[in-house]
């Protein structure tokens, strides 16, 4: 079994529409990321949390939220989506600072 | 704001050539990381660099770090084909836990 998974894989969702995208991971690993990825450009970083009641701001935060619901869940949900949030969503973790980054499989969300 | 340069962004090479893929970054930094991606994959860790003059080698690949230059390059040797993906580098700064992707160098490894 994979050590991160994202959930849904894939999403076609409307402009407006509340979006949930899920994170878990068997690593046990502190430290959990979200990062979208656009044709083209490397990845940038939405949220970061270091344990459950650490969560920060990544780079492009606006339009996005997120849950650590536990050491092994980190949810990222989008309250109102809008089309330029179409991308790749790709969950990582890592077990601390000075360590390379786990991966999830990503999610592909398209908002029409 | 920590700010990482990749050159060149898009690279085709023969088989059996060698490349060198840069690395640049903007502020002081001694973390380094270099990923892979396969078209329509997620990342893979290549490797992690953590100290200035840090070496590391796997297969054909070999990932140096220079932290008074800000430069980490990723050296190609003898290229074959399975080599061909879009390799990221990430810097860390200082106690930030949290690292800032270069936009991707595209290989492409024609027989």
């Known amino acids: 079994d994979a050590d991160v998974t994202q959930t849904p894989r894939n999403r076609i969702t409307k402009t407006g529409k509340r979006i949930m995208l899920e994170c878990s991971q068997t690593k046990g690993h502190d430290r959990m990321y979200w990062y979208r990825q656009d044709p083209g450009l490397g990845l940038r970083l939405i949220y970061y949390s270091f344990d459950v009641k650490d969560i920060n701001k990544g780079e492009i935060s606006d339009g996005y939220s997120v849950s650590r619901q536990a050491q092994a869940k980190f949810s990222l949900s989008l309250e109102s989506a809008i089309p330029n949030q179409t991308a790749l969503y790709f969950c990582?973790?890592?077990?601390?600072?000075?360590?390379?980054?786990?991966f999830g499989p990503g999610t592909r969300l398209t908002v029409l | 704001e920590l700010k990482v340069e990749q050159n060149p962004l898009f690279l085709s090479m023969q088989e059996g050539k060698n490349y060198t893929i840069y690395c640049n970054y903007s502020?002081?930094?001694?973390?380094l990381y270099w990923y892979r991606q396969d078209p329509g994959k997620s990342l893979e860790s290549l490797f992690v660099?953590?100290?200035?003059?840090a070496v590391k080698q796997e297969g054909r690949l070999m990932a140096s770090l220079d932290t008074k230059a800000r430069l980490s390059t990723l050296h190609i040797t003898a290229a074959v084909h399975d080599l061909s993906a879009t390799y990221f580098c990430a810097v860390e700064g200082s106690n930030a836990g949290k690292s800032t992707f270069g936009d991707g160098t595209t290989l492409t490894v024609k027989p």
């Open positions: 502020t002081t930094s001694d973390r």
């Open positions: 660099l953590l100290s200035n003059g």
């Open positions: 990582a973790t890592r077990p601390s600072d000075r360590d390379t980054q786990y």
